[in-house]
């Protein structure tokens, strides 16, 4: 399991936290809703649904002991109607007791999406909603260019002998069948271009160390930074900062609106 710094992430990932934002206003709160945070990170997203629903409760999930105990001591403690859980999103443990589900840049960590969907589908009451957005078909696709021509190059090869694909992006059209087949009633499944935009090199760099950890941590400990430099090297010479410094990075992302009927 991938070992998270919770505050090396929260500096790095600022725009999942405003695409997450974006994302909140899609699940349509009145201010008394259960809502289910999957894939809760550092826990900043959750405690800002968590302060929409003053007269409800969020329940963030996460598969990281790290993250769990910073957003608790972050977040949980100043909010009665928040709690942070350790737990697998692939294993659901609640039934019939949210109105709400809510993930963002999380779901494409699993390997397996049928059963987080079959996990969603259990949660949700009837007539809930979830509102879901992850990496999707051609996520990142420069990015993981560079990965592919890296992990087989010396003397990075050793560390990567089945060369598998580490996340599931997956498309729109797919996405579909697994909400049907769960028995979840698809309202949107798009994927959506953005832009992923890091302050130069060191930018680029802290948000490869702390989001793309199913490759850097195949990597010995004592050669993750030079791992991460050499990632930051080969697509910034492919892709040059702007003029005023900025990289940016195409993303992909699948977005998903479902209701239970």
Do not use: C
Not at 28 to 49: C, M, N, P, Q, Y
Not at 238 to 244: A, G, K
């Amino acid at each position: 399991m991938p070992r998270w710094d919770p505050r090396d992430y929260s500096q790095n990932a600022r725009a999942q936290a405003i695409w997450a934002d974006e994302l909140a206003s899609l699940l349509k709160l009145r201010g008394d809703e259960a809502v289910l945070d999957l894939g809760s990170g550092d826990g900043r997203v959750t405690a800002s649904i968590a302060d929409r629903v003053p007269i409800g409760h969020v329940v963030g999930l996460d598969s990281s002991e790290q993250m769990v105990r910073h957003a608790r001591t972050e977040h949980g403690l100043s909010r009665s109607n928040l709690a942070f859980v350790q737990g697998d999103m692939q294993s659901i443990p609640f039934v019939d007791a949210f109105d709400r589900v809510f993930s963002n840049a999380a779901i494409h960590w699993a390997p397996d999406h049928s059963q987080v969907v079959a996990g969603i589908a259990r949660a949700l009451v009837p007539g809930g909603r979830a509102v879901l957005q992850m990496g999707g078909a051609g996520n990142a696709a420069p990015i993981l260019r560079v990965l592919e021509g890296l992990i087989v190059s010396d003397p990075w090869a050793p560390f990567f002998p089945d060369r598998k694909e580490r996340y599931s992006f997956l498309d729109d059209h797919v996405y579909a069948g697994l909400l049907e087949g769960s028995g979840l009633e698809p309202v949107e499944v798009t994927l959506l271009p953005k832009t992923m935009r890091q302050q130069g090199a060191e930018g680029l760099a802290g948000w490869i160390r702390t989001t793309w950890l199913l490759y850097t941590e195949s990597v010995p400990q004592h050669l993750r930074e030079t791992f991460v430099q050499a990632i930051v090297d080969r697509y910034l010479a492919l892709h040059p900062p702007d003029d005023v410094g900025i990289v940016s990075v195409p993303m992909v992302r699948l977005q998903v609106v479902a209701v239970r009927p």
